[in-house]
């Protein structure tokens, strides 16, 4: 009998904040030994077409894309991250929000790196640009030009509370997380709420509006990922139980923006199976 296959469900390319293009990450991802990946792009699904177009043999490629939303229910509203999977990417409002999404972050990218150019940091909003080469543009691309003005040696130090963690973040306005579920799935797709207990990252959601996103559309959780501790991945798996909802494991690979590894963690074949036999819209799992 052949060994589990091995499925990474989260992984991001140069069409958004990830290093490698995407069809050096679908080779990557067959030289890791995955036999699925899922390619998740923030915002964006810029990175479908190439990556099929290179899809090595005896890999499965399921295109997604992490959506940018928040929960406006506290003040001021938190943001998070879901997972859509197999969804039309034709579909009309989706589209829109998605485009609306990347405007916002442009706008947002600019406005910060305007704060740091006012407290005397050289740092350039078309440089950033350059650096983004036409992807959804992010922090990790605002902390590369850190690094490159010697301000800061890593991304994860880019991230901390001197810089764009705290002093240089700014929000941006995000997809409402209710409408956001009803977006993916009258798309046909299957959202999945991505690292849903990553206190290290900032606020974290009560379990009440998971289990109300649960009631209109929720599919799954991400329980495996390297910003959940022990005691929250257990607790993201008691509270899947409990809700019906099925639960993944995943890198979030970014290439050398990270540095976890494709395939670090990986969902079983079964939440796999519910989520491809949960899609119901153009969009199938590509066999290489
Ligand atoms: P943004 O989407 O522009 O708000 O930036 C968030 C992205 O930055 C996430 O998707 C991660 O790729 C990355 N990120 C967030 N926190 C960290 C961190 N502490 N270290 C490195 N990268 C991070
Ligand atoms: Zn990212
Ligand atoms: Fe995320
Ligand atoms: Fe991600």
Do not use: N
């Amino acid at each position: 009998m052949s060994a589990a296959p091995r499925i990474d469900l989260h992984t991001h390319s140069t069409a958004s904040d990830g290093t490698l293009g995407p069809a050096e990450l679908v080779r990557a991802a067959a030289e890791s030994g995955l036999d699925v990946v899922a390619i998740t792009d923030h915002d964006t699904t810029a990175g479908w077409a190439p990556a099929l177009a290179a899809l090595p043999a005896g890999l499965s490629l399921v295109r997604g894309a992490e959506l940018s939303c928040r929960w406006y229910g506290e003040e001021p509203p938190v943001p998070l991250h879901l997972l859509a999977y197999l969804f039309d990417p034709d579909a009309p409002e989706l589209v829109a929000e998605l485009a609306r999404v990347r405007a916002a972050r442009e706008e947002r990218g600019e406005r910060i790196v305007a704060l740091l150019r006012a407290d005397g940091i050289d740092v350039s909003w078309p440089e950033i640009l350059v650096g983004a080469a036409g992807g959804t543009v992010g922090r990790p691309h605002i902390a590369q030009a850190l690094i490159r003005a010697g301000l800061v040696t890593t991304t994860t130090e880019a991230f901390g509370p001197d810089w764009l963690g705290e002093r240089y973040r700014l929000p941006k306005e995000d997809i409402d997380v209710f409408r956001a579920v009803r977006l993916v799935r009258a798309a046909g797709g299957v959202p999945v709420f991505a690292h849903p207990r990553a206190s290290r990252r900032g606020r974290i959601v009560p379990d009440e509006l998971i289990a109300d996103l649960a009631a209109i559309g929720l599919a799954g959780l991400e329980a495996d990922h390297e910003d959940h501790s022990p005691a929250e991945r257990a607790h993201v798996r008691a509270l899947a139980d409990e809700l019906g909802l099925l639960v993944t494991g995943s890198s979030d690979f970014h290439g050398t923006h990270k540095t976890v590894r494709l395939g670090a963690f990986t969902t079983d074949p079964e939440a796999y199976e519910r989520i491809v036999a949960e899609a119901c819209g153009v969009t199938e799992v590509a066999s290489g």
